[in-house]
């Protein structure tokens, strides 16, 4: 027999979650429903390998948005450290610091290639690419040909498993601006000389981050304590089961949901609104009846991640939080150093534990390569790094993220466009949040805030907030930030849907 809820919330990652939290602390009844048996917080879970922990990447909480941290830290009130940033770039047997030390840049490249770097910078300068369209010409507008080609092109055709020239300028220019090589050489110069770099703030760059948060014992930490609140309000969270079927009756406004358990079981809920963090290609794949941009969400494609985990003894103490890898022979992207994150994250005082990054896409050659092949390769490559000596790893493991990135290709905008049409004029009721629920590449903050307002649109009955006009920031409202204190703002702000 069906049981009814008024809100089913499809997915406990942060998206999930935090709606399920703020439509419990307004007393409605909701049940998010996972399909992990195991852990909550999706991306942003720890995974915990004998006392080993680690997150999927690695989760600096980070946001412009005074909600969200506000949220964070009334979620987890005691256990959040403050972490000194330590990353690196490995090029070509050497390691630079990231952002660049001017000087020591300058020493690794070699005078000649330093100053290659200078003169196709400047030559860009004076001979910009008209209207770039790919990342590649933007790029090089940006910082020239030589710089793009050591520092951006191998790692970025690494993660996203297509040329430079394939992806869009849009995407640079979202994900790299602030960053001009003019300040980041002054920068670079100011921390070769050991002056103390501007730390980042409200407009300055998004990138070189000094310092940041991190729950004592990973991310997941995070969204064990909000599960947790939820079922202490009355809310649900049930966990190891798949959503796979939505369907809608119009007439009644009801949405049937059907829902596969780990053991195999079938279980049936009825509620008045779904919010999904589910990926828009597999959720419209399940609505019924068919929506009419089903082929769209078809279309949208994603980009997986594997980490292949490595514990063995420390040699010496790597301090990196972690390192790009961008030498162009090796195919691991980056390497994740867990003890840097926080030192909790390990069970001894001894053990080094590393996570080796690897991008792929589900079912191509890495992803379907076994266990015991990519911990091998694993080992000769941090090898050849020289952070672990492979004859001293005596433990590892593989965990495998399907759908890690939503691809922000050529067509991407125009799918999503038509699916938004297509649910606000059929399915009243289906809200999308998150990153996946709105292949949206952006942070957990963003997928929180989207979590925040659509609650506040159930709550209100009605849509009063565009979650799509969240930036990638987590900022929504026209200055930024939420004028209208909570509880009012809902009826106060109404947008078109
Ligand atoms: C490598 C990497 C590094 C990152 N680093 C950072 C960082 O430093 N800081 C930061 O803030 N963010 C970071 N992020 C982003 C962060 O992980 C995401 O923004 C966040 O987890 C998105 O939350 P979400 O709830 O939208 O989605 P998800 O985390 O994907 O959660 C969705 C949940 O829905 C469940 N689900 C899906 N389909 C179904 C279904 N049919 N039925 C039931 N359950 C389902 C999934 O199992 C999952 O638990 C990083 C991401 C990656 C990949």
Redesign the pocket.
């Given at each position: 027999m069906a049981q009814h809820v008024e809100t089913l919330v499809?997915?406990?990652?942060?998206?999930?979650?935090t709606t399920a939290y703020a439509l419990a602390k307004a007393g409605r009844e909701v049940t998010v429903?996972?399909?992990?048996p195991t852990?909550?917080?999706?991306?942003?879970?720890t995974v915990d390998y004998k006392g080993f922990k680690f997150?999927?990447?690695?989760?600096?909480?980070?946001?412009k948005s005074q909600e969200i941290v506000d949220l964070w830290n009334e979620i987890l009130p005691d256990d959040f450290i403050d972490r000194p940033r330590l990353s690196r770039i490995y090029y070509r047997e050497k390691f630079y610091a990231y952002p660049l030390k001017a000087f020591e840049a300058l020493a690794n490249l070699g005078v000649w290639t330093a100053a290659k770097c200078m003169a196709s910078f400047g030559w860009a300068k004076v001979r910009p690419i008209d209207k770039p369209a790919t990342f590649h010409e933007w790029v090089r507008n940006q910082f020239g040909e030589t710089l793009f080609s050591i520092f951006f092109k191998t790692y970025t055709e690494k993660v996203w498993g297509m040329s430079c020239d394939e992806i869009s300028a849009d995407w640079a220019s979202q994900r790299i601006k602030g960053l001009d090589l003019g300040a980041a050489i002054i920068d670079g110069v100011k921390r070769s000389l050991g002056v103390r770099a501007k730390s980042s703030g409200q407009g300055a760059p998004k990138t070189p981050i000094e310092r940041f948060r991190y729950p004592r014992k990973g991310?997941g930490m995070m969204w064990e304590a909000c599960a947790d609140k939820i079922l202490a309000l009355g809310g649900d969270v049930r966990m190891g089961?798949?959503?796979?079927g939505l369907h809608y009756d119009k007439l009644a406004k009801i949405w049937t949901v059907s829902?596969t358990c780990a053991d195999g079981e079938t279980e049936i809920y009825t509620a008045d609104d779904v919010v999904s963090?589910?990926?828009i290609r597999?959720?419209m794949q399940?609505v019924s009846p068919t929506p009419i941009s089903v082929f769209h969400a078809g279309e949208l494609m994603y980009r997986d991640?594997i980490t292949v985990v490595l514990i063995g003894p420390s040699r010496k103490v790597l301090l990196d939080n972690w390192i790009y890898i961008h030498d162009p022979s090796l195919k691991v992207g980056r390497v994740q150093n867990f003890r840097s994150w926080s030192p909790e994250m390990i069970p001894d005082d001894v053990s080094t534990c590393l996570g080796l990054?690897y991008f792929c896409f589900e079912g191509d050659g890495l992803w379907t390569t076994s266990d015991a092949d990519l911990v091998a390769q694993a080992k000769r490559e941090i090898g050849k790094i020289g952070l672990m000596d492979p004859a001293d790893v005596h433990d590892a493991c593989v965990v495998r993220?399907h759908?890690?990135?939503p691809v922000y290709d050529d067509a991407y905008a125009e799918h999503i466009k038509m699916i938004r049409l297509d649910l606000k004029m059929h399915f009243p009721g289906l809200h999308l949040?998150?990153?996946?629920?709105m292949h949206k590449y952006?942070?957990?903050?963003?997928?929180m805030m989207?979590?925040l307002l659509t609650a506040e649109n159930i709550i209100a009955g009605e849509i009063v907030h565009d979650v799509w006009a969240v930036s990638e920031d987590a900022e929504y409202g026209v200055s930024g930030a939420r004028e209208v204190p909570r509880g009012e703002r809902a009826v106060l702000r109404k947008v078109a849907a």
């Open positions: 499809i997915g406990a990652g942060p998206a999930g979650l429903l996972e399909m992990d852990y909550v917080g999706g991306i942003s879970r997150d999927i990447g690695g989760h600096r909480f980070f946001s991310p089961r798949k959503v796979d829902v963090s589910a990926p597999e959720l399940a991640f990054e993220q759908k890690a990135y949040v998150g990153r996946n629920g952006n942070n957990q903050d963003h997928a989207t979590g």
